[in-house]
C-alpha cells in the first residue's frame, strides 16, 4: 500500500542547530506539504511544493525551508532552530491540485527545541 | 485573521446519539470544505468534504451540510460511536486555479469525546 512516513517521530535539539525532516512518499504525487500543528492554532502551511524542483512558501515558512529533488521525498530543514519552531510537524501529499483532492498525511514528527 | 473558526474546543456526546460538529468561515471565495480527522499520535485522515455547489452530502454516518449564506458549515455523525473519538478540524480551499496555490485552510479543531 501507498504511503506518506516522516521520520524522526521524535526530535529534541538544541536552539540554534539546523535541523532536518524527512518526509517520504509512496503515492507518487506531484504535491507535497508541510504543517505544523500547535495548541490554539490548528494546522498552519509552511512550504509546499507542486513537483520537482518546486517549491513555495506557506503562511509561517520563516525560519524553514525545504527542497524538491525528486518526487518522493520533500525534507524540511529549520536552519536555526529556535523554541518557537516546538511543535508537531506534519507531512502531507495530494493528487490532485482541485480544491476537493484529500491530503495524505504522515504521523508527524514531534519536535522540541530546548 | 482566521478565515475559517471551529468556536467549541470540544463536544461530549453519549454513544448512539448525534454528534453535530461546526465550523463557520469568512472568504466567500471557499468553493471546498473538507473534513479530517486525528487521532492521537497519528496524522489526521479525510473524511468528508462539500462543493460550494451543494449544500449537503452523505457518506454513511457522516453528513456535511453547507449553508453558503451564513457561512456555516457542519458534520453530522449519526449514530455516533466511542472509535469517533477524535479531533475533528474542519478546511477550506479556494479551488484550483491554474497558476494560484491550491492550499488548505484549517480551523483550530474540536475534539469529540463519545461516551459509552
Known amino acids: 500500500d501507498a504511503e506518506i512516513t516522516q521520520s524522526p517521530r521524535h526530535k529534541i535539539t538544541e536552539t540554534g542547530r539546523q535541523v532536518t525532516l524527512a518526509c517520504h512518499q509512496t503515492w507518487n504525487h506531484n504535491n507535497m506539504f508541510w504543517y505544523r500543528q500547535d495548541l490554539g492554532h490548528g494546522l498552519r502551511l509552511i512550504h509546499y511544493s507542486y513537483g520537482v524542483q518546486d517549491t513555495n512558501k506557506g503562511e509561517v515558512s520563516d525560519g524553514y525551508s525545504v527542497s524538491r529533488s525528486n518526487t518522493e521525498d520533500l525534507p524540511l530543514t529549520l536552519e536555526s532552530a529556535a523554541s518557537s519552531q516546538t511543535s508537531v510537524y506534519f507531512c502531507?501529499?495530494?493528487?490532485?491540485?482541485?480544491?476537493?483532492?484529500?491530503?495524505?498525511f504522515g504521523n508527524g514528527t514531534r519536535l522540541t527545541v530546548t | 485573521d482566521q478565515q475559517v473558526k471551529q468556536n467549541s474546543p470540544s463536544l461530549s456526546v453519549q454513544e448512539g446519539r448525534i454528534s453535530i460538529l461546526n465550523c463557520d468561515y469568512t472568504n466567500s471565495m471557499f468553493d471546498y470544505f473538507l473534513w479530517y480527522k486525528k487521532y492521537p499520535a497519528e496524522g489526521p485522515t479525510f473524511l468528508i468534504s462539500?462543493?460550494?455547489?451543494?449544500d449537503k452530502n452523505e457518506d454513511g454516518r457522516f453528513t456535511v451540510f453547507l449553508n453558503k449564506s451564513a457561512k456555516h458549515l457542519s458534520l453530522h455523525i449519526v449514530p455516533s460511536q466511542p472509535g469517533d473519538s477524535a479531533v475533528y478540524f474542519c478546511?477550506?480551499?479556494?479551488?484550483?486555479?491554474?497558476?494560484?496555490?491550491?492550499?488548505?485552510?484549517f480551523g483550530k479543531g474540536t475534539l469529540l469525546t463519545v461516551n459509552p
Open positions: 478546511a477550506a480551499s479556494g479551488g484550483f486555479s491554474g497558476g494560484s496555490n491550491y492550499k488548505l485552510t
Open positions: 462539500i462543493s460550494s455547489i451543494k
Open positions: 502531507a501529499s495530494s493528487e490532485s491540485r482541485r480544491g476537493n483532492s484529500p491530503l495524505h
